[in-house]
Each structure stands twice: as C-alpha cells, then as structure tokens.
DNA sequence: CTATTTCGTCATGGCGGTTTACAAATTAGT
DNA sequence: ACTAATTTGTAAACCGCCATGACGAAATAG
C-alpha cells in the first residue's frame, strides 16, 4: 500500500464484477495475447517470465489459445543460446479480424486487421457526404463493409467486430452521432444503420487517430495529447494508455477551447474559439484562399512554395493553436503532444510559432510537440485496431464466437481430427 | 467485449503483477472493505449479494477480516423481514486509523481519521510559514503528529500512514515538492523531514481538496473539476473517479491556463494567465485593497456590505474563471464543476459572471458548476482519507502490520484468547 | 561424448470460491 | 401455539487454477 496511493480505486464500491477463478483465468489468457503480440513470436517460457506465472501454468493457457485458433506455434526457434531451443507463438494471422470504417466529408474507407496488425483487406470510395443524409451514407458504408469482409473471408478471416470513425461528437454509447457539423448530421443513432450481423461501435474520429498513435506510433507514450484537425479541430485525451471519454463523450473538444475571450463569434456561441484562428475555414480564409477539394494539400504546396499569405496564415494559426495546447498542457500535463490527421501535413509551418508560443508560456521545460506518422490513416486504423484490442483484451469471449465459427466450417474440422 | 471498448487496457502488454489466487484473495478482501464501509452495517448474506460471490466465501473473507480487527460484528439484525436476521458487519472503529496533515502559508493542521471516516483527533497551530525554511516547519509538524497520534493512540488507533497536503506543485514520487511559491520552497524532498515512522505522501492541496469532494461531498460524481484557489488556483482533475495525476504529477495548474494571451505578464514567463485576473493578488489589487491576514475573510465581508469596488473585482474574477473553465470543460467533458477552498467562500460574488460565460460559451447545456461543502477543511480531510482509502484497498497489506501492532499488546491478545 | 542449460510437460498439491446440505432464527399463516 | 416458509451462517465435498518439483527432450560448451 505504500507505493500507489489514491489512485483510481481498484475495487470499487459499487458493483463490479466478482473476482472469481473464472475471471482470473480470463484476464491471464489476455495477458498472454497481449505478451505475444506486442513482443512478436515468443516462446512459452519467455510468455511465463515476462507476465510472472509458471510455465505449466502458461502451457495450458497456450493450448486453449492454440485451440481456439487465436495463437499458432511456428516451430522450433533457433536461437545460439544454450538449452533446448523454445517453439515460437505467435499471434494468428487466420482468425478474428477488426473491421474498420471511416466516414469522411469527402470520402468512405473501410479496412480489415488481423490479430497481428496486418491490414489484410481495404475499400475507398471519395463521394460526397456533406450535407447527404446518414440512410444512403450508411448503405454505402454498409456494402463496403461486406465487400471488405468477403476479401478477409476468402483469407481466412472472419470479423470480429466494426468500429466506425466519424467526423463528431459520438455519445458514450458508442452508437449516437450527436453532431457531426461537416455531415449536418444530428442525433443520428448509426447502430441500426450499420450491418446487424457485426457488434458496431461508433467513435469520434480524432479518438480513433489518438489510439492509432498509442497503439502504431513510434514513440508511444501513455500521457499523452493527440491534436488532429480537418474541418473541426478535436483531441483525443490519453491518460495511462486509456482513453479520456468525458461524461457525456465529448472530451478533447479543442476547437472551443477559447484563445481571445473577445475574439471573432463562433457558431458554439463564444467567441475567439480556436477554431477561428486555426480551423480550416479560418486559415483558407486568412491565406486568401476559396474552399473546395483537397485544400489541405493546396494549402501544404503553397506554403511550400513561399506563398507569404499562405504561411502567415499558418504561423497564426500556430500561434493559436499554441496558445489553446497551454491551457491544455497545464491542466493535463501531458508527456507529448503529438500533431495528427492533416495537421500533420502542415506539420512544418505551424510548428515554429505552435512551440514558441508554448514554450514562451511555460514556467519550466515545455511540453514536447511531435508529429504522427500516420498522418491521415491514424483514424481508420485506430478503428481496425480498436476491434483487434478488444479480441487481446478478452480472448476468452471471442473464443466462443470462434468454435461456432469453425464448427460451421465442417471440412476444416474434420481435416484436423484425422 | 461487446460494450467496454478501448478502455485502459486492463491486461496491460508490458510487465504487469501476475494474476494469481493471492492477488484474487486481496481484491476479494478489499471488495468486502469497500462494500461495508461504503453501505453501513451489512450482513455477510447482503454483502455477498453486493460483490457477487457465495456466502461461504463472504464468510471466510469476513472472518479474516475481524481477526484483523478491519471489521466487527455488531450483532444481530433486526429488520421487519421474514428469515433470519444477520448480523450485522462494520468497519471497526479501532485499529488503523489515517493521519492527514495539511501546511498552509499561515497554519499548520493535522488530524486522525478512522476506518469509519471519522475524525478522532486533531491538532491545529497558526504560524506564518511563508518564507520560513522547510526543517523548522517540518519539525514543528513532525511534533503535531506525534501529538496527535498520541492522542489517536489513546483511542486505540494505530496509524496507518501520512499524507501531507501542500500548497504547490508535488512530483510523483509523492515525496517531492518542486515548487511551491507561496512557501517559497524548491525541489524540497518532505519525506526525509517527516517522522520515519510512518510511511509519509505528500500531495498538492488542490488534489487532496479534490479526493475529499470525491469521498464526502455531497453529490458526488465520478467526473468532475475540483477547482481550489488559496494564493495560487489549482484544479483537482477527477476521472472515473480517480485522480488525473499527469507525467511530472503537474496535472490541474489551471492558474496558468491562458485567459488572455496579451494581458498582463505572469511569473510563469506567460501573460494573461487565470492568475492575473482571478488570484489572490490581482483580485486584492483589483478591489483596491492591501494584502494582510485573512484577506478572503475580508473580501468577503466586504462584498457583503456591499463594496462595489470589491464586487466589481469578483465578478472579474468569475468572468476569468469562466473562461478558463470553458476550454476546461470543452478538453474533459466533466459532470460538474466544484468550487473549493476559499473559493467556496466567494462563490456568491464569483458564481454569475463564472456561469454567464461558460453557458454563453457552451453550445449544448452548459456544466453544472456547483460550491463545495467542504470549503477549506477538503485538504486536510482529503488526505487523511487518502490513508483510509489506501487501508480499504489493500487490507491484506494492512492486517499484516495490524499483527505485528496487535501482538505488541500482550495484554489484549491474552485477554482476546481468554 | 559428456556435462550443462533450457524448454515443455506431467503429476501432485495448495488455495480459493462454489455447490450442496443443514441447523438456527425469524415471520406468516392456521 | 404450532407448523410452514424464509433467510442466514457454516461445514463438507468438489472443482478449477496456478505452483511445485521432477522428468525427458533438445540444444550448447568443453
């Protein structure tokens, strides 16, 4: 008790979930998925020394593993150590996969990962969603999805969940679209417009990109902020590797965060939001530039160009942005700040003033700003991922799920009785 | 794994303690705890129905628990109900016991809270610690302790730990205080300066301010801002009920949350922070009055006569607040907003202009923002239940030392034996 | 070619919660 | 009053899970 005081009470005085044998040998098959998976092929003794059990005690969790086909022994290892050499595991690559889908203004996505992190299948389709209304949207979604599962299916995959990111504020259901401003979208209950044979689960776009960067980025803190902007500008929150929802699910809204309390009027009703300093209208219009396609990328390329409009637009927007990540850094006091989806991009001009200003407003050494690597992938592949977690995290409820699955496959089974 | 997705991961993929039967017993035991503490007197039957286990393992749990001396049979029940009556378990109201202690700029305070959560004993010494060295402060609440800890020990209490609250910036190590400039104290490691005897926390004010609102306040979410001004402004941030701590321990410095990023300079090295316009200083300065003793006190009175100039500095104060509690609520969506320590006092004056501009800043409904209970005894409360909490979480941990102490009384065990 | 090291597995045991059964203590009904 | 029904707490048998210790297997070191 000396070390971890008042922390997030363990035990919890309401009702929580019994703490049975059942329970522990659940969370031990997890610790196992989660062990093989994050330090590639591994043998079991090497699984039982990294998560603190016996070996005996690992070799049968591996064999329920193995059975429900969610781990696979590669073969022996051949390493020049001393001793008899392990039999390698490593996480499927058949099996479960974690279907992931995007609903972009411009644009649907959907990609398919298998327990490895691999994406195995993908779908794109730009259209135009701005303004259309969620029914036709979500149909459209709908066939890719299934078109993106047939492609998995045919590699032997099959879905274990979806996870759809869109452009807005999701309710804690994980179901609601409460405003999606760029859609025109408004309490729009997405679960019954999503295929039904699939567990859905919807969240905010710049959440799926920050769990993208804490479970694919290159240096992956656990405290950290990750900053994304398209149209709006939202966070996500990570605070020790999870999450930061809020009450109602709408943390990490940075675009509101106010930088000049008597600045220009914003359609939150405040004014001086972020948003209009660095949101993308603002700075298109800042730079002298019309609104239409890509104009990220316009934006990148005349900044690169010279364009002194086009890059004073973006200092100040920098400068905005660094003032608003000031209050944010002081109240969470993060480990890094990383930029993502197109901020990313533009990475290279709003950097300069984003950290001067930070550092000019910070008592001792400033926060560090990184830029994620994903760039505008991080959304859908946070979403993929999501579902991927989700099976690591309780492999013993998609094991379940797994033998009826099999089962269906009669061939394979019998194929593996003889 | 349909409905908790992404959460914290719970396995965790690095090194985590290894699931065994030990660690399901303790949690077991610290659900037993908790269930008690938290619902009153309970019989093993209701408690098992609580946590969800079998009234045979309840009843070993609880046997082991008032051996420890955590728990005592009240004896029967007697409830109007059909069956019969159990008997009825509480926390004991002898054994461990938390001692809290609290070093302000101009006091000193210290006291003893039971498992029960009531105080048995307390100690308070008005002296001005502003600019005083750390030694001669610390040796003098070294003597309070031991003086209230004797008294503690008279009830037949034992302490089970120390925690310190303080005005200022603590490390995570829960020993360091880095900064703290209303005592003028630099990277001060309190523990070497605390009595040796008890495994000593120190923690920021505004934290433990936060946890005693989390533990006894009247309403009582698992998501909220607990903001505390003295001198400097301080935020507790509460998640899922859980302390948001930050990398360095900084988390919730809300007085340097950027209200005005032109305005006046800040000693942090930014302008126009919430300090500048809500602190103590500038609120003083605003109402045209001196520093000195008790200035809330008189702030106070002030307004309430009816000084305008005092009001009109308020109400600046609360506009400032509310802006910077704007882009507060929009980063971590929290249930509510709780004014603590002295800002509970001033919370008339300071409340309208505070709520006009979140709610003029807010698009939805804005946050709740409510005046704590506590007023300035949450500090010192809240760190004497952070021992509390820590028994309740681990009393395995507890009943150990509990032993030790317990066979140190011959005299009671022979008699218990008899 | 033997000694050593390490891996995976098996048999045994301890520990923890569950199941089942039962006695105790109360209320409800006749 | 007296019986039936209900609820509580405990004891005994049981099952599941991990630890322990021993063993054969498969590699390296000398």
Same mark, same amino acid.
């Given at each position: 008790m000396t070390a971890p005081l008042h922390e997030a009470h363990p035990a919890g005085s309401g009702r929580a979930l019994p703490d049975t044998q059942q329970g522990m040998r659940r969370r031990n098959l997890a610790r196992v998925m989660h062990t093989v998976s994050a330090e590639g092929p591994l043998s079991r003794a090497a699984v039982a020394s990294r998560i603190g059990l016996t070996r005996a005690a690992v070799s049968t969790l591996v064999d329920e593993l193995i059975r429900s086909g969610l781990l696979e022994e590669l073969g022996p290892e051949r390493p020049g150590r001393v001793g008899r050499p392990g039999s390698a595991l490593a996480v499927s690559g058949r099996g479960p996969a974690g279907i992931g889908a995007e609903i972009g203004v411009d644009h649907l996505a959907v990609c398919a990962v298998d327990l490895r992190g691999e994406i195995r299948a993908r779908a794109v389709r730009h259209c135009v969603n701005r303004g259309r209304s969620p029914e036709p949207v979500l149909a459209e979604l709908t066939a890719l999805v299934r078109q993106v599962v047939a492609e998995a299916d045919a590699e032997g995959l099959w879905p274990a969940g979806l996870a759809v990111a869109v452009p807005g504020l999701v309710a804690r259901d994980g179901r609601t679209v409460v405003r999606a401003p760029n859609l025109d979208w408004? %309490? /729009?209950?997405l679960g019954t417009l999503l295929p039904a044979e699939l567990p859905p689960t919807v969240d905010n776009e710049a959440n799926f990109g920050g769990l993208a960067e804490l479970w694919?980025? %290159? /240096?992956?803190?656990?405290d950290f902020l990750h900053v994304s902007a398209e149209i709006g500008i939202g966070a996500a929150v990570v605070v020790d590797g999870g999450l930061l929802r809020g009450t109602r699910g709408f943390?990490?809204?940075?675009?509101?965060?106010?930088?000049?309390?008597?600045?220009p009027e914003c359609a939150c009703g405040?004014?001086?939001?972020?948003e209009q300093y660095a949101g993308e209208e603002a700075v298109l219009r800042a730079a002298g530039l019309e609104p239409g396609a890509d104009r990220v990328g316009l934006l990148a390329t005349r900044a690169a160009d010279g364009d002194e409009a086009v890059r004073g637009a973006l200092h100040d927007a920098g400068t905005a942005l660094g003032i608003a990540l000031t209050g944010a850094v002081n109240l969470l006091d993060p480990q890094l700040v990383v930029l993502g989806g197109a901020l990313s991009g533009l990475a290279p001009w709003l950097l300069p003033a984003l950290e001067a200003e930070l550092a000019r407003r910070t008592a001792g050494p400033a926060c560090p700003v990184s830029v994620s690597?994903?760039?505008?992938e991080g959304p859908l592949l946070g979403a993929a991922h999501s579902v991927v977690r989700a099976v690591l995290d309780d492999p013993a409820a998609v094991a379940e799920r797994a033998g009826e699955i099999v089962a269906g496959r009669a061939g394979d089974i019998a194929a593996e009785q003889a």
């Open positions: 408004h %309490d /729009t209950d694919l980025g %290159d /240096t992956t803190p656990r943390a990490g809204e940075l675009g509101h965060v106010p930088v000049r309390p008597d600045g405040g004014r001086g939001c972020l690597r994903l760039g505008p």
